[in-house]
């Protein structure tokens, strides 16, 4: 999967709509100390479905919403749209929050549930915890990773993580209906 733009706005220190082109190839992004750089990369993990508001450095999952500054004042929503390249097709993914309603995701335009944009990812072997996502600090975690940890690291990094998803989807399905052809049986046997 290519990733090759990114539309933000009102997502934290992106208070004006920002478009930015992703060329094939190594990007870096430069700047000065508090300039952005890792926003920019919390925003790549929000949209593909990060729910833990900690990992993108705020106290709960609003605080991704520009908070104002002393000459302008806060927005209601965030919203950051991420167009993607798979086999020549292309597919934006777009992650919207407004204060006090949530997160509600899109994929081409249809309105999605959370899980269907984390499946899209695992399937193309990346996603909001992907070792290709290297934030500060990311490095001597792997280093420090527990074998089970990294274990799930390779997994994800082969593309069979999406797999596990539909395993216990497919488990928990099983389980109903096993549970429902007993309740079956019993009236089967009360009718008797
Ligand atoms: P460094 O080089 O020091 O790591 P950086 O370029 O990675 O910095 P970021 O950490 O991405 O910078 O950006 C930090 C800036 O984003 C701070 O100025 C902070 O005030 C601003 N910021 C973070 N969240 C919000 C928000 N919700 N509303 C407004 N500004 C925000």
């Avoid at 934290?12 to 930015?20: C, E, H, R």
């Avoid at 996502?133 to 593309?159: C, D, F, H, N, T």
Wanted: proline share 3%; net charge neutral; glycine share 10%.
């Amino acid at each position: 999967m290519q990733i090759t733009r990114l539309r933000l706005s009102g997502f934290k220190s992106f208070v004006d709509p920002a478009d930015l082109r992703i060329e094939p190839g190594l990007t870096g992004i430069v700047g000065p100390n508090g300039c952005g750089k890792s926003n920019l990369l919390e925003a790549l993990r929000w949209t593909m479905g990060e729910t833990s508001a900690r990992s993108l450095r705020g106290a709960g999952m609003e605080d991704v919403i520009f908070a104002g500054t002393s000459t302008r004042p806060a927005r209601d929503f965030a919203e950051v749209a991420m167009l993607t390249e798979i086999d020549g097709t292309e597919t934006e993914i777009v992650r919207r929050i407004e204060r006090g309603a949530g997160s509600a995701y899109r994929i081409d335009g249809r309105d999605v549930r959370a899980k269907d944009v984390s499946l899209l990812f695992a399937d193309a072997a990346t996603g909001a915890h992907s070792p290709a996502l290297v934030s500060q600090g990311r490095i001597s975690a792997v280093i420090a990773a527990k074998p089970a940890e990294r274990r799930a690291m390779l997994e994800e990094a082969a593309g069979i993580a999406g797999l596990h998803v539909r395993r216990r989807d497919a488990e928990a399905r099983l389980r109903a209906t096993e549970a429902n052809l007993a309740k079956l049986d019993e009236l089967i046997s009360d009718q008797d």
